[in-house]
Structures are given as C-alpha cells and as structure tokens.
C-alpha cells in the first residue's frame, strides 16, 4: 500500500511540476525550494531504528550503542522505553520503520566553496522516484551515457602519468557524450580520483562546456558529520564541514561532486548498504529511453575499474553478467591488475594456481590469510570474467595505440554493442546512435564507419537528422562521405520536422512564433497551429526583401504540396543540377532545392560549420553565399545578445567572402559566363538575381570586385566600347553628325559597320549619354532658373519662366514614371516603398513640392515677394541635386561620401556645442541686460551673438571698455537698437561686474574655441580615415544605383523627354504592354543553358575549395600541426613495432614451453611404458618436475579467442553462479575442477529443489533420499525417459551425475525430474526470397529463414520447442504458436524431418543431479509454394498476446539462446547456407 500511495503521488506531482517549469520565469528559487520540500517528504522516505537493543560492542568513544550502531540519545523517544527493551532480539525487518525523509536540499562545503544536492533516502526507495528526483527536481539533463567508476574504497598510490592520462580521459568522455558518472560519493580512494579529476576540468574549462554531472551514492550511516545534513523541511543550503582527521572509521563526502545520494538502512557505521539500490538505479537508467533529434536510444552503461578488493570483483562480476561493459585499468593496482595479467589468457590457462601467484604478487598481507574457497571463488568469477571478452576492455597505458582513456570506454561500449545480437542491422544502427548521441565523430570513422559495414543512404537518414537538430557538423559531413544523397534526404515531411525542431534561443523562432499568433483566431477546440512551410516562407521573405517570391508557397485546402519533383539528369561529382517548377494553373511557381533548403535552416541558427558543409553541396553557389549574408544581415539587425550579434555578422562576411572567391575563379575562366551568373534570374531563390541580393544585402566587397565593375561599366557605355574617350562622346553629343565618321567605336561588328540611323539610336541609349544629356539639360535648368531670380522675375511671368515651368513639368513626369515603374509586379506600395527609400527621390520630390509653394505664391499678387523667397530656397534644393550626379566621378564621387559622413558628426557636435552656447548666452544676457522683453534681441543674445564670439567677433560691453549710451536703447525702445546693459546713470559707467563676465567669456572661447572645435577637427580625422579605406567600395557600391537608373531612363533629356513619355503612355495605357526590365540586369536564360552554366560554376567552386584547403595547409601553423602529427604517427609505429617484436618474442617462448610440456608428457609416457613392461625399478624412475603456469602473458582481451576457448569444453551455461528465477548461488566450480574424476576435496554445493505447480509432472521435492528411491535411472522410468544420449551416467548416493561434471548445485533445480531431461527441437525453415521470388544470397550462399518464438519474460528470441508432456510428441512451445487442427500433419513433418543433434545441452537450469538433453531436427521448405508452407503460415497463432512469432533471417547476429544458434548453424551448415 505503502508503494500504492508513493506512485500515486509520484503522478500527482508530474502535472505541479510541469506547470512549475513553465511558470519558472514568474517565480524564484523560493518558489522551487518550497516545491521540492512539499514533493521530497511525500514520496521519499528514510529508515529510523524504533527498537533499542543494546549490542555488546561500544562506539569509537566507548559509549553503549544498539545492534543498529547508534546511541541511546540518538534513537527516538519510544525506542528506549523500558518496556519495549526487554526479552526480544533485535530483527531489521521489524525494527526499523521509514519515515519521510528529514535531510534534502543544497550542500555547501565550509572553506571550499563548492555546491551541491543532496537526498537521504530508504534503501528500499524505487528507482523510479530517483530517476524522477534527479531529473525533474534537480534539473539533471538526461544522460546519454552512464559512467558506473569503482574501486579501492581507500587511497591508493597510482602512478603520475596514468592519474593524468585516467583523469583527463574520464572527464573528456562524461563532458563530451553528456554522460553521468556515478561513484560511492566519498573523499577515499577511487571517488576522491574522480572528484579531483573533475574538479581540475571545472578550474581549467569556460563556463559555456558545461558541468560535469557527478553523482556520489554513498551509506547515509558511514558518513563523518551528517548532522548538519538534517533539516525536517530541507537545507538550501546545508554547510557541511570536511573533517577527515576526527572521521574515524567513518567517511566524509568528497567535495567535488555535483549529487549525493545518501542510502539509508537504520544502521549507523556499516558499509556496503547503497550497493544493492545503486546496481537497481544503474539498471534502471540503463532501460531508459533519450529521444533526441529523433532518433531514440537506450541509455548505455560502462564500469570503470580502478584498483579494488573482493567486492570490486564482485561488482565486475555481476556488471558482466548484466551485459554491462567493464573498462580495467592496469597499473592501478590489486583486482584491477589481476584481471588485467590474465585477460589474453584462454579460460583453460586460468587456473586456481595461476590466480594465487597473482594474488601472492599483487595482494601482499591479504594473500596470507585468504581461504582456499575464497581463491576458488576468485577463479571461478574471473574465468567468467574473461571468458566474456566482448564486455571486458583493458586500458594499457601507451600499449597498443590506447593514449585516451576516453577512447577505450567508448570502444568497450561500442565493442560490447557489437557482440550483442540483434536482427538484421539493428546492432550497426544502435552503435551509430550511441557515436552521434557521445558526439564523437572519431569513434564513428573508427569503429562503424568500416569495410566490415555497407551502409545504405535510407539507413544514414534518422541519424543524419540527429546530427542535424542536435548540431553535430562532423556527423552531417561524415554521412555525407558515405553516401547520403540530399535529394532523397530532404522531404517536405523532413523540412516541417526540422522547422518544428528549431533551437527555442534563436531569433528566427521568436519570428516564426510571432508569426503563428499572427494567425486568424481557431475555435478552442482545435489544436494551436503548428509551424507549417508558408510560415518559414514568410519570415524568409521578410528577411530576403520583398523583391523575392515566396520560396515555399501556401497551400490550398485539402491539398499537400508536391515538391519533390523530376529534375534534369545532368550531374557533375554527383550534384544533381535541378530545374525550375512549371507553372500549374492558379499555383506560384517555387522550387525546391534540398542544399538550399538545408543552407537557409543552419543560417537562420547561426550555424556557421553546419551552414558551410551544406554550402560546399550547394549549386547554386554565389547566389546562395549573397543570400546568406542577407539573411544574416536582416538577423543581425534585430538580435539583441551580442556575442549572437558579433557571430551572425562573421558569419554574414564568410559568406560574401565565399560568393566574391568563387566568382573570381569564375571571371577568371570566363568574364561573358561570370557575368550571366551576376544577372540571371535563380528561381530557387524568390526569382531574383545574385546582383540584386547583394545590392539589398548591402555587400559592398562583392559589389567592389573588378567583374562586377567591369560589367557595370559595361552596362554603363550601352553599346558603345568602354575605351572611347569621354571628350569624343561629348563631341558626338553636341554635332551628332560626327557619328558617321567612326570618331567613337561600338563592341558589335554590326553596329561598327552600319552608318545608318541604327547607330544613331545605340549612341543615344547608352547610358553615359543619356546621363551627360541630362547633366547638359540640368545646368540649363539652373542657369535659366538663376537667371530667372535674379534677373527676369516679373509680376506677369515671362517666356523664360515659362520655360521653367514647362521644364519643371517634364521633371515631373519622369519622377513620376520612376515611381510607377514596376517591372517585377510588386504592386504600387512596395514600388513607393522602395522609391521613397531613396534620399535623391526624397530630395527631389521635396524640390518639386517647394516649387509648387513658391509658384502658388508667386502667382498671387499680394504674395509675389514671398514668392521668390520660396523659390530661391528651392533653387538650393536643385543645386544640392547635383550631388547626386557627380557620384558617378571616381574623383568626386568618394569625396561625397565622406562628406555626408561627416554630416553625422557635425550633428552630434552641434548637440554639444549648443549646450555651451545656450548656456554661456543665457548667463550673459542675464547678467547684462535688464528684463530684456523683445524676442528677436534675446535670440541676438543669446544665441546669435554667443555662436558669432566662436568665430571672433566679440560682444559689446562684455569688458566695459567701449562702453557708449550712444549705440544702445536705454528702456530697449529702439527697435534696431539692442537694450543698454546695467549702467549708473549718474556717472554713465557699467554696473555689472566686468570681471565676472570676462572670465565667463574666456572659460566659453576655452572651451568652444580649442576644446570643441579641436574635437570636431578630431572627428572629421578620424571619419575621413575610416571612410577613406573603404571609400573605394562605397563609391562602387552607390554607383550601381546611378547607373542602373539612367540605364532605364529615356534617351531625351528634359524637357524633351516629353516625348519619350507620351510613347510609354500610349505604349503601357493604350496599347496595354507591360514593362519589362533590361536584359543586361535581369535576364532568364533557357533550361539547357542554365544546366550548363550552373555546371560551370559548380566545378570552379570545387577548384576554389581545393584552393583554399592547400591555402590553409601552406600556412605556418597549419604545417606545424602537420609535423607534430606526422612526428607522434612515426613514435606510434615504432612503440608498435616494438611491442610486436616483444610479442613474437613471448608467442616463441609460449611456443616452447608448449613444446617442452609435450616433451614431459611423452618423457612420463615412455618412463611409464618402459616400468610397465620390466624395465627399470621404482628406485631409479625419474622424477620430472611439473610445469609451472607464467604469468605476466600480455595478450588482448580481443586476440580472437572465443567461448570455445581451450577449457571450455565443459559446460559454462550450467556452472553460472547465480541460478536462475532464484536467489540461489552455485558454489563455484573452476573449469579444471569440472570433471568427477578431479579430487575437489572442498566442494559442497547447496542442493535447491524448485517447489513447482505441476506437481504431478515433477520428481518430488527435497534432499530426502526416501521419496526419491523409487527411481529407476538410466531406463525409462513409467512415462519419464530416464536415458541418457551419452550412455550410461553414475549414480551416487541415490541421485544421478551430470555426465558432463559438477555444476556447483545439488538438487534438481527447476528442472522437471533427476537426470536427463529430454526435449525436442524443431528447426522451421524456408528460402528467403525477394520480391520477385528468387533466392536471396550472401557471400555467395544461399540465405535461410527460421520460425522463432518470443515469450514476453524473455528478452531472446528461441526455436519453437522444449519440453514435452508425457505421450506427447509435439513440445508445448509449439503448440502454443500453432493451431489445434494443424497438430496432427506437424508431426508428420516432424517425421519425415532430419536430425541434426542429439545430446547434452548447456542450460543454465542444469544441476549435478538433474539436466537437459535434446534432439534437434530440421523441417525444411525448399518451395515456397509448398502447400504446407502455406498451411503452417495459416495456422501459426499465440494463444498470449504477449508472445511473438515470426520468421527471421538466419544469421550469427540473430539473438537467439546460445544453445538454440548451435543448432540452428549446424542446420546452416547442412544446407550450405549462410550463417
């Protein structure tokens, strides 16, 4: 009940704790401190003694204690009544009650500084309510690996070098795979290793790699000072002070760990209680789940040993029989170093002796008075240590290339993945979800990646969007290595996944967000709108400019977009060139293209090494980089952190760096085809150019490289050539007649040759005569409009101004043309949206509505003079104009730029100098003038005359020494006079302190004249030079905008562009033909063409990465680098070499110790034969001294020795120490005390008899030999069958022997009678077959299929029989997955099946008395339209839900028992299949 009502609450609390997260930025850690003290109690208990019995041991201080440990005064009030003292004995079950917890919360360590959780808990609290502790209250992330580290529980001396190497390796591999590591938790031994390893990597690493998660789990009665730990409602925080002088025999916590768990079982100063909940917790965690990018694995385990006694070994022995990978560091010393000497060594070669000259070398005082059973048990455990090699890695330091310890966990992990079976390519697939959730792309090439696996591109896809979402650029690109093809990866499914899965931190998910709640309003009952393509379409255009289309469209209702559509098959290095959409009727035409798609979803994170591996996959290359550095920029702009700022805009620089280096191989190869690259219209970016994107992007590098100037210059003269002088062209202007003379060249021989009006037409629309037209016509202008003001300004307006007018008109129509043109069809407000962004349109239209004022007044009598005054303000607007036109010079045209830089900082020192101006003027005029009340003389005052004293002229007065009634207004009545200062009227002199205002005016001309003027002269030096290093650029980069506005401007100037206007009215209004823009800017080319030249580019952006990676090797460091590793590869080669020649050394003495010892048997032979047959005497027989084991064999743990290493020809299954389904253990049994024959004088095996349901079926139960008299072994015994397939067994003392030998338990176990136990074995296989019916094959053989069977307690698979009833012929396993009417012809295909087995079997259920044999035959169907076939398929059913039967492949990965894969390869090897 007790358990009932904790999960109960362990619910409850799942709903409070997740409305906590998400209020958490309402609420302070208050909030979750008073969250945890409420949650803890209620489902967290601790273990209180409420029995006092007094024990006949003291304390360390003398003092009486209970059979628990602790004192009187430490137990509760009703514990030490005296009624409740007397005449019972002290039992844990009854006497100790759990009671909640009463010490939780935050650990400090007094004097260190270091923080930390903390928990009390029962030893019986499930592992669940931990697991749920950890990571929901205590905000652990979940682990993507579990480090299990034991050893020594005391200090031990371990060498300087492998404590360094053991250190940072443990450390590197829990911060690099997000693993825990959990230890004992105290400052001893090998947890204070680990707590000082981790506590030298938080000194020496940033803040941004993370904490390293160290979990201590340590007995709550062991721990020095606990008291301070005790708060009913929980420490935050808890001090704790480390005494390890005054400990005694007690611990304290290691300060360098992260969590404590503090197991708890009512007794005070007993070590070893947290062992049995750690291994649950370690299992537990191991069963569990992570989900991440999606892809799904399970949480793996690896131990790591150091040093140790008996109970490390019997930690290492049952993490190997879990499957728990061990790691064994050698040269730590005790246990850890005899596994370490033996592990090479064949089982047979492990022997009682060899393990007790290991022990007497490396357990010096333990060793003289271990038992012998103890060593026998020594033997046992490490033979089954060894025995599973797969699971047991020994890290040698400097041996076989292992430097890291790192590397040898995930080695042992991956390697004990490896071994394990699973269908199919399961265990290939669980191996690279391990390397890409660790984050170690080193291990992947090493160890998965290999000629030993073939991957397909389907199989890299779930991984490939780990990689992704988790951003693991390594991976990305290694998947990419191996074959996956991003035309087949990139789906709209995988796209919504990824858009879905954004980083929450990211500035473009707050704009998707926003975007969402943009949304029209759903009922309530409908679920919120998830991000959906159009969405990202949105913002990305947001982002690229409203110049773009939409790059996903929006689709209609009911309809799921297409866009995995055919493309051209031209490809170049295996990039397939994809084409544009066709346009379907109603539909935007889009495209999808996966680099580009892929490219957009790393740049809007900021992803900079993800964003440049896709890019290097791109096609569409410098269009691509152009638009990255847009995205970014737009990005930049709104991103409030400012490392994110600073990142995007490196990341926006690389790109335009990558655009401007492949378009320079491109011009270099072929300036016509780099140019088309500049203006082509890229469908798959919005249809637009790469020269508009970087216009709108702002990439003035790009814009400044000499072939896109070169082009501009290009467009420039129209088609005229480029090296025509500029004084031949205004010649040709002013007497057009000279064009027929060949003054000025044309680039086409068409145009050279012809003399006709054709020329005439191509002289007067290249633009550089358009814009010199137009410079002629506009200083026309302004000479007729100064002429006008100055000179013919009439009340009745003259034909000159009329001129103007008319002029003025004409200008208006072109701006007006300007501001309708709309070639791209944005629409009228994004037209005037990007018109108005311009400053000479702003100028411009504020010119002409300045004319329009001052024409209105000048055209009403009474306003005339107001008139001109307006008009002469506008003629200022015009000549400013002209600003604009010399932009084109190379001269002026940078000088401009830094003029109107320079414009900004005049604005900010106008702010500063008009705080001392206003403030001097006013303390001056107040001190000199009286009640002044006429506005215009207190701005004289104050302002006017303060600004005028910076340039020298000086106020009247101010000193007294021109002082003079005369040149000033007593009262202030004269209005062209200023107002006198303060003056004695009688003696006519000033009244106001003159000193005062002297020093006032010197501090002023102090600080205005040299302070602030310097400034200004500072800040113009400090502009000018910055803006003069990248004039250049700037000036190119504007110049674009003049050259493309009177590259489609009419050829007329004003006010004959009248003309032109009045064509392009009849042309668009009447005739209805809309525009279109320029070739030369925006051109789209054919589909064939663009193939070609998008190939083109392709393979000079390969060239250009070739470049730059032989650039990046040729530099100083990078070569260095390259030294260093080819310096530490030759070292490595050579340590290899030399272990190799020392172990070719140790095989040849191996070998001739082999030899020697078969000499001695063939020496003992002929002695024997010789005495036997007479010769010689029992005196003279020769003694030979036996062989003796050596030690010190370096062998690896993976020097290809299998189970069926020498020694194991006996049994294994049968001889595991722990039975199964029980709580009974073997007594240990070596493999050479195995046979009968072997005198073991110290074996006592337990007898254990399981009391089973069937009990009419089973011998009877226990160890009495009466009930058991009445069999009769060896013959068959009433229904049971009590033969042996081997002949005849022994029966000693009334019960039979294991022909195989002893098993270390007495009884017959769960087994059904004493002796053999027979089954059947059928073996159910067919051909597999592919679609098209034929035979598969494998290296060559043919594959087979298997009928297999899965009970829901089992985690293997297993064939379809076992055991059978009496007079049964089919086993029960198969009756259960088969039909009642298909019984009958089973068994006659049982029949006329083949045996393939007939014998002993190696069970774990097998004990000395009582074990399994088994006859193993095969049922084949070589026709897979055998009508039985076909009837077995009809009628294979499971009576459980939970049982499972299918077909399987036959290989040696299936996970089968290990019995039922030995038969199933010796049915393999009777067919020739594969296996």
């Excluded at 537990?284 to 385990?301: H, L, M, N, R, W």
Aim: aromatic residues 10%.
């Amino acid at each position: 009940m007790a358990d009932l009502g904790m999960v109960s609450n362990l619910r409850r609390s799942n709903s409070s704790l997740c409305k906590t997260r998400r209020s958490q930025h309402l609420f302070g850690n208050s909030a979750k401190q008073e969250n945890l003290s409420s949650w803890i109690p209620e489902n967290i208990t601790k273990k209180e003694c409420v029995y006092f019995v007094e024990s006949s041991k003291l304390s360390d201080a003398g003092k009486v204690v209970c059979e628990c440990g602790y004192t009187r005064q430490q137990h509760l009030e009703e514990a030490t009544r005296p009624h409740t003292s007397q005449g019972k004995d002290w039992d844990p079950k009854k006497h100790v009650q759990e009671m909640p917890t009463d010490a939780f919360g935050d650990i400090v360590f007094t004097g260190l500084g270091q923080k930390g959780k903390y928990v009390r808990l029962s030893q019986d609290t499930p592992p669940s309510v931990i697991y749920h502790l950890m990571t929901q209250y205590w905000g652990l992330d979940v682990p993507n690996l579990l480090i299990s580290v034991t050893g020594g529980a005391k200090d031990f001396n371990m060498k300087p070098r492998l404590k360094s190497i053991f250190r940072r390796g443990l450390v590197k591999v829990a911060q690099t795979t997000g693993a825990w590591i959990i230890t004992g938790g105290s400052h001893t031994g090998v947890m204070k290793q680990v707590g000082e390893a981790v506590r030298d990597f938080n000194l020496s690493s940033s803040y941004n790699e993370g904490e390293v998660v160290t979990v201590g789990i340590a007995t709550w009665g062991t721990v020095h000072n606990r008291e301070g730990l005790v708060h009913p409602s929980g420490s935050f925080p808890a001090e704790y002070i480390m005494d390890e002088e005054g400990q005694g025999h007690l611990t304290c916590l290691d300060s360098n760990h992260s969590h404590f768990i503090l197991v708890d079982d009512g007794t005070h100063g007993r070590y070893g209680v947290e062992i049995p909940l750690r291994t649950k917790l370690e299992k537990f965690i191991s069963e569990q789940t992570k989900e991440k990018g999606g892809v799904a694995i399970k949480i793996p385990v690896v131990c790591v040993v150091l040093e140790g006694g008996p109970g490390t070994l019997h930690t290492i022995y049952n993490a190997i029989t879990n499957g728990t990978p061990c790691v064994v560091v050698e040269g730590s010393g005790r246990v850890a170093d005899v596994i370490a000497q033996v592990a090479g060594l064949p089982t047979g070669e492990i022997t009682i002796a060899r393990i007790q000259q290991a022990l007497s070398v490396f357990f010096h005082e333990m060793f003289e008075t271990l038992p012998e059973s103890s060593v026998v048990e020594w033997t046992k455990k490490i033979q089954d240590i060894v025995r599973r090699r797969q699971l047991l890695t020994v890290f040698r330091e400097g041996k076989d290339g292992q430097q890291d310890v790192d590397v040898a966990i995930l080695q042992a992990l991956l390697k004990a993945s490896r071994s394990h079976d699973y269908f199919g390519h399961e265990n290939w697939d669980h191996q690279l979800k391990l390397a890409v959730a660790w984050n170690r792309v080193d291990i992947a090439r090493s160890e998965i990646f290999s000629d030993e696996r073939q991957w397909k591109p389907s199989e890299l896809h779930p991984v490939m969007m780990a990689a992704l979402i988790s951003n693991k650029p390594e991976f990305v690109k290694l998947f990419l290595e191996n074959g996956v093809r991003l035309k087949e990866f990139v789906t709209w499914d995988t796209l919504l996944h990824l858009y879905q899965h954004l980083d929450p931190s990211c500035l473009f998910h707050s704009k998707l967000q926003k975007v969402l709640a943009e949304e029209p309003e759903r009922p309530a009952c409908r679920p919120a709108p998830r991000v959906q393509m159009h969405h990202v379409a949105q913002v990305l255009r947001e982002l690229l400019g409203d110049f773009t289309q939409p790059l996903y469209p929006r689709p209609r209702t009911g309809e799921r977009p297409r866009l995995l559509l055919p493309m051209p098959n031209i490809k170049l290095n295996g990039v397939s060139l994809r084409s544009l959409y066709k346009r379907s009727p109603g539909h935007v035409a889009f495209t999808m293209d996966p680099v580009r798609d892929l490219l957009i979803w790393a740049i809007v994170q900021n992803r900079r090494e993800l964003a440049e591996i896709i890019w290097a996959q791109s096609q569409d290359c410098i269009v691509a980089a152009v638009a990255c550095s847009k995205i970014l920029k737009e990005l930049a702009k709104e991103e409030e952190d400012t490392d994110s700022l600073e990142e995007m805009l490196a990341l926006a620089d690389e790109c335009e760096h990558r655009a401007i280096g492949v378009f320079t191989e491109c011009y270099r190869k072929d300036e016509e085809r780099a140019q088309k690259l500049l203006t082509r219209v890229s469908e798959a970016w919005g249809r637009t150019t790469c020269l508009q994107l970087a216009l709108e992007a702002e990439d003035m590098k790009f814009m400044s490289h000499g072939g896109i100037q070169a082009f501009l210059t290009k467009v420039w003269w129209g088609q005229l050539c480029v090296d025509n002088g500029l004084w031949r062209v205004i010649l040709c202007m002013v007497a057009f007649p000279l064009l027929y003379t060949g003054l000025v060249t044309f680039r086409e021989r068409r145009l050279q040759a012809t003399r006709g009006l054709l020329r005439v037409r191509a002289f007067f629309n290249a633009p550089v005569v358009i814009f010199h037209l137009n410079i002629l016509s506009y200083f026309a202008f302004l000479c007729l409009f100064a002429y006008v003001l100055m000179v013919d300004f009439q009340p009745t307006p003259s034909w000159c101004e009329y001129l103007i007018y008319f002029w003025l008109f004409s200008l208006v129509c072109e701006e007006l043309r300007q501001l309708l043109y709309d070639p791209d069809d944005f629409g009228l407000m994004k037209v005037a949206l990007l018109y108005f962004s311009d400053f000479w349109n702003k100028l411009d239209i504020g010119a002409i509505v300045l004319f329009a004022a001052g024409l209105s007044c000048r055209l009403i009598p009474g306003l005339l003079y107001p008139g001109r005054v307006i008009l002469s303000l506008d003629f200022i607007m015009f000549c400013l104009r002209l600003m604009h036109i010399f932009t084109v010079s190379k001269t002026l045209g940078p000088k401009i730029i830094i003029v109107k830089r320079m414009m900004k900082d005049v604005f900010f020192f106008l702010f500063l100098l008009a705080v001392w101006v206003v403030s001097f003027g006013v303390a001056k005029q107040a001190i000199l003038i009286h009640n002044e009340s006429r506005v215009d003389w207190i701005f004289r005052g104050v302002i006017y005359q303060s600004y005028l004293t910076i340039f020298g002229q000086m106020p009247a007065y101010i000193d007294g020494v021109n002082f003079s009634l005369d040149q000033c207004s007593p009262n202030g009545t004269d209005p062209y006079k200023p107002k006198c200062p303060e003056s004695d009227a009688i003696r006519h002199e000033p009244a106001f302190p003159e000193w005062l205002t002297v020093i006032l005016l010197c501090l002023y001309l102090l600080f205005t004249n040299i302070l602030l003027l310097n400034l200004l002269i500072a800040m113009f030096n400090y502009t000018f030079q910055q803006v003069q290093e990248h004039t250049d650029q700037i000036w190119k980069f504007q110049r674009h905008d003049l050259i493309e506005e009177y590259h489609g401007r009419p050829p007329a100037p004003p006010p004959f562009i009248l003309l032109s206007h009045l064509h392009l009215f009849i042309k668009r209004v009447v005739l209805k033909i809309p525009a279109k823009r320029h070739k030369q800017l925006k051109t789209k080319l054919e589909k064939n063409e663009e193939a070609a030249l998008l190939s083109w580019e392709i393979y000079l952006k390969e060239n250009y990465l070739q470049n730059q990676q032989y650039q990046q090797k040729q530099r100083p460091e990078q070569q260095i680098q390259d030294i260093r590793d080819k310096v530490s590869t030759v070292v490595d080669l050579l340590e290899r070499e030399s272990l190799k020649q020392s172990g070719l050394v140790e095989q040849r003495l191996a070998s001739l110790e082999e030899q020697m010892a078969q000499t001695s048997r063939a020496l003992h032979w002929i002695v024997k034969a010789l005495r036997d047959s007479g010769f010689g005497s029992e005196e003279g027989f020769p003694t030979l001294a036996p062989q003796k084991a050596s030690l010190g064999q370096d062998r690896e743990p993976d020097g290809g020795h299998k189970a069926e290493d020498a020694g194991d020809t006996h049994h294994v299954n049968a001889r595991h120490l722990l039975y199964p389904n029980s709580h009974v253990t073997r007594f240990p049994v070596p493999n050479e005390k195995v046979p009968w024959e072997t005198d073991f004088l110290i074996y006592d095996p337990p007898f254990y008899t399981d009391d089973r349901k069937d009990k009419g079926l089973v011998d009877p139960v226990g160890n009495a030999l009466e009930p058991l008299a009445g069999i009769t072994y060896n013959a068959v015994d009433g229904p049971v069958d009590r033969r042996s397939f081997h002949g005849v067994y022994a029966v000693q003392d009334g019960l039979p022997l294991n022909p195989m030998g002893r098993t270390g338990l007495r009884g017959r176990g769960s087994l059904s009678c004493f002796g053999p136990n027979h089954t059947l074995q059928p073996v159910i296989t067919r051909w597999r077959r592919n679609q098209d019916g034929a035979i598969c094959r494998k290296s060559i053989k043919k594959m087979l299929e298997v009928l297999v069977v899965k009970h829901p307690v089992s985690e293997s698979w297993a064939l379809p029989g076992g055991s059978r009833e009496p007079g049964e012929i089919l086993p029960r396993k198969l009756k259960q997955v088969l039909r009642r009417e298909f019984w009958s012809p089973f068994q006659n295909l049982l029949i006329q099946g083949t045996e393939v087995y007939k014998g002993y079997v190696d069970d774990p259920r097998n004990t000395d008395n009582a074990w399994i044999e088994t006859v193993a035959v095969s049922i084949h169907f070589p026709d897979q339209s055998d009508m039985d076939l076909k009837r077995l398929n009809s009628h294979l059913h499971t009576c459980d839900p939970g049982m499972s039967v299918q077909w399987q492949v036959v290989d040696k990965r299936i996970p089968l028992y290990a019995n039922h894969k030995t038969i199933l390869q010796k049915v393999a090897a009777l067919f020739g299949a594969f296996y």
